[in-house]
């Protein structure tokens, strides 16, 4: 695919576009324009819209006197860059309210709505909405929002760290299965470049104790010291089996195991924010960690997700209990985008990304491959926010392929729709759609805040370049030959009016290339005028300003440049081309993984052993392709013994070489190489031991579980995992993962092993299921003693001031809530020293 074009944009005054799989006809009519040049639209459509809204499918959209504006000679162009404005006053609101806060009743607050079946403020969207393009419009507003996802922690607990960034209810009971709260600094920092000298010297020291306690607890609870990687789910793919295995619907302790790219690239951000602001305000000693730790954080990402094969960043390492990683070809859009955005990828793999990862004809997937027995969500879905997200990466890299497709994904969909929704069916373009095969998005809403922000983005920080930075404002417009000669192929300059910066309104007026001339992949600035006066510094520092500023910005055809590599586009009519196999499943019949002569041998079950192969990965790492067969010996498990072997299989389609969700883990164990210990055999502070099996109300902070006298049969590793059930709230959604302190202790009380049990959200107290593993080093020459307590460090969020309002169900009032039902304690071998 070449360029793309972009011929269903017209600049004519009423637009009709040729038809397309996802609409019939649009069209933009100027209904009036007041003396100080504020216009009224109306956009109409006739394809099916989502819920019927708007029912006589007209949206009129109003532009306020005195507010930002284009003005370019393309109409429809000028329409939606108002109906994103209009939109974002539609979210700007007084009051917020949701089900599981407050008894579902009205908060009054002046904050940013999530959109318009989203009536509250959460982290990641409201980080990535400002990052991408909402912080000038309304910085108090933006402060307020960016303030009520940060939070104390309740009165009357003590030690620990005291201020930290909230984790939205979520999987298996939020943090820490979910971690990626750290993206409230995108915001936080974009927020602060458009803030005054004195307001930003004021909000570094407000937001530097809540960054440095965030990153001081995730690197004890949520770093992995082994990996050098921080666990969690994906950032803002948090619907489980829509992007993960379908048994983690039922099970979320693999996704709180699972390092990621977007969590550990949005780690990179907040350590190298947090390191930067704490040389500011004098604190070098932790400056100098958080730099440390960043340096080796990049090196790591690029190390262990980078796919050289591919040319793309895997999406996640998968580990079911912590103890092995598997590394499958899968990639997402917000992670690739993230990891060029933030300097980890260098400028060859991002060339790579940017012509590898793949686009349909309605604009990139956000997560890659599909499934086809999965609803249509984050799965098979696009996504404007992540879309904007990826024509900045593209902008960075002078991508122009990219570029111009993302804008033409962005425009389409949001002039077919009469809004930026928040999301699309990749196949047709639709933002819902029912098939045989499919149906969805299951949820879809108008006004969507970061999809709003993303529309703004690519008109205000990529088509006219403005930039905020610490210093003061960059203008670096990023035109194409496409934009100039199908977008703006009826006028000579394109302007982009009453846009706040600080204390200032900006007007910038882009004069275009002739389009005769324009022989490059993209124009380039000749010069910069601002209020008359040539500009030769690349920024623009704020006392330099007027309170109104005029910019004039000329553009020129760039010398003639090699075509960029094409977009890799794929044929999304053609099944075997996007959905992966179906993932095998293990022949419980016939024992799954057993013993066969000495060997071990593994049996599974797949309905189409004939186009399929199936990969068995042994802890961890890629061992063995079964062909034709659903039986396989494993002629190098001689020892399996004295070595514990995993075994995860996937199914692989020879023709297109996608791959399958894998199994869970299976591994043969003889009986001698683990130890059950039951509750009854266990001491105890607190709650009460139930049937001889479990113990109930367990959990308060002095409440304790030990066990002494501790012998192994073999030296060796083993993993050391508690049976648990959490019934406080279902697989979904809530705040009360619950988390204790593990500690292993040899004779004399020294202290051998400890590690955080991390017991998420089971759905009922009935409902038990196997915590992360501990790995600890035992021999047979000692007995060893064993305490799970809780620390200052053993938090959810539950322990937070800002869930004092949680309502729906336990964790919130005035009380932590970090109970758990404890029935074993299992010990089990899994290799030599």
């Not at 977008?487 to 007026?509: E, G, R, Y």
């Not at 055809?557 to 053609?574: A, F, G, I, K, M």
């Not at 590690?755 to 060893?784: F, H």
Request: with cysteine.
């Amino acid at each position: 695919m070449e360029n793309p074009s972009f011929n269903p944009i017209s600049s004519t005054e009423t637009f009709t576009p040729p038809h397309a799989s996802n609409t019939k006809s649009e069209q933009v009519r100027l209904l009036s324009e007041s003396p100080e040049g504020a216009r009224v639209y109306q956009l109409t459509t006739d394809i099916d819209l989502r819920d019927n809204l708007p029912k006589d499918k007209r949206l009129q959209v109003i532009e306020p006197a005195g507010g930002a504006r284009c003005r370019t000679g393309n109409l429809l162009f000028d329409a939606l860059y108002a109906m994103a404005m209009q939109e974002t006053a539609q979210n700007s609101v007084s009051c917020i309210q949701d089900a599981d806060y407050s008894h579902g009743q009205p908060m009054d607050m002046s904050v940013y709505k999530t959109g318009e079946k989203w009536d509250f403020v959460w982290t990641r969207d409201l980080a990535y909405a400002l990052h991408l393009g909402l912080a000038p419009h309304d910085t108090e507003r933006a402060l307020t929002s960016l303030r009520f996802k940060a939070s104390h922690l309740k009165v009357g607990i003590q030690d620990g760290f005291a201020n930290q960034i909230v984790q939205d209810t979520g999987s298996g009971g939020s943090y820490p299965v979910s971690t990626d709260r750290v993206v409230w600094a995108l915001g936080a920092y974009e927020v602060m470049n458009h803030l005054s000298p004195k307001q930003r010297t004021s909000y570094i020291a407000e937001i530097y104790p809540i960054l440095r306690d965030t990153i001081e607890q995730d690197r004890i609870l949520v770093f992995d010291k082994d990996s050098g990687l921080y666990r969690g789910e994906q950032s803002f793919l948090d619907w489980r089996e829509q992007t993960y295995p379908q048994w983690t619907e039922n099970d979320t302790l693999a996704i709180a195991m699972s390092k990621t790219l977007s969590v550990n690239a949005l780690n990179v951000f907040i350590l190298r924010l947090g390191g930067s602001i704490a040389a500011e305000l004098g604190y070098p000693e932790e400056s100098k960690r958080y730099r440390a730790w960043v340096h080796s954080l990049h090196d790591t990402i690029n190390q262990r997700f980078y796919d050289e094969k591919a040319g793309l960043y895997r999406t996640y390492l998968l580990s079911e209990y912590g103890e092995h990683y598997l590394a499958l070809p899968r990639y997402d859009l917000l992670g690739q985008s993230l990891a060029i955005l933030l300097d980890i990828a260098s400028e060859q793999q991002t060339r790579r990304i940017l012509d590898s990862y793949p686009n349909g004809p309605h604009g990139p997937a956000v997560a890659w491959p599909q499934e086809s027995n999965t609803p249509i969500y984050h799965n098979q879905s696009i996504w404007p926010f992540v879309t904007a997200y990826w024509v900045k990466a593209a902008v960075k890299a002078g991508h122009t392929a990219a570029v111009n497709a993302g804008i033409q994904s962005l425009m389409k969909l949001s002039a077919a729709n009469l809004s930026n929704m928040e999301n699309f069916d990749f196949v047709s373009g639709k933002a819902y759609i029912k098939t045989e095969l499919n149906e969805g998005p299951t949820i879809n809403s108008r006004r969507q805040l970061w999809s709003v922000a993303g529309y703004l983005s690519i008109v205000q920080n990529v088509i006219f370049g403005l930039h905020a930075t610490e210093s003061g404002i960059r203008i670096e417009p990023f035109v194409t030959q496409s934009i100039r000669t199908e977008l703006f192929a009826d006028t000579d300059s394109i302007t982009l009016a009453n846009t706040p910066f600080l204390n200032t309104i900006n007007t910038v007026t882009i004069h275009l290339p002739e389009a005769s001339t324009f022989v490059s992949e993209r124009a380039k600035v000749t010069c910069v005028l601002l209020n008359g006066r040539e500009v030769t510094a690349s920024i623009v520092r704020p006392e330099e300003l007027q309170s109104d500023n005029q910019w004039d910005v000329y553009l020129e055809s760039d010398e003639p440049t090699p075509v960029n590599s094409p977009l890799r586009v794929v044929n999304v009519y053609n099944q075997n081309e996007i959905y992966t196999p179906r993932p095998p499943e293990w022949d419980d019949d016939k024992g799954g993984v057993r013993p066969n002569g000495g060997l071990l041998k593994l049996f599974l079950k797949h309905p189409a052993t004939g186009s399929i192969v199936f990969d068995v990965y042994r802890n961890g790492k890629l061992h063995a392709i079964m062909k034709d067969s659903t039986e396989w010996l494993d002629l190098d498990s001689d020892d399996f013994s004295q070595q514990a072997y995993v075994y995860h299989l996937v199914a692989r389609c020879q023709q297109n070489g996608l791959v399958s969700h894998p199994t869970r883990g299976r591994r043969y164990l003889p009986s001698r190489q683990k130890l059950i210990i039951g509750a009854h055999s266990m001491n105890r502070i607190g709650g009460s031991l139930i049937d001889k099996h479990h113990f109930e109300d367990w959990g308060l902070p002095d409440h304790q579980i030990s066990v002494s006298g501790i012998r192994v049969n073999q030296s060796g590793r083993y993993a050391i995992q508690v049976s648990y059930a959490n019934g406080s709230g279902p697989i979904n959604t809530g705040i009360t993962c619950a988390v204790k302190k593990l500690e292993i202790n040899a004779p004399a009380n020294e202290l051998n092993t400890t590690g955080y049990l991390v017991m998420p959200q089971t759905g009922g107290w009935e409902q038990y299921q196997l915590s992360n593993s501990i790995i600890a080093e035992l021999d047979t020459t000692q007995p060893y003693a064993l305490r799970i307590s809780e620390d200052p460090y053993s938090r959810n969020m539950s322990y937070l001031d800002s869930n004092v309002a949680y309502t729906a169900r336990v964790g919130g009032s005035n009380k932590r809530y970090n109970f758990v039902n404890i029935a074993e304690i299992r010990i089990s071998y899994i290799g030599f020293l």
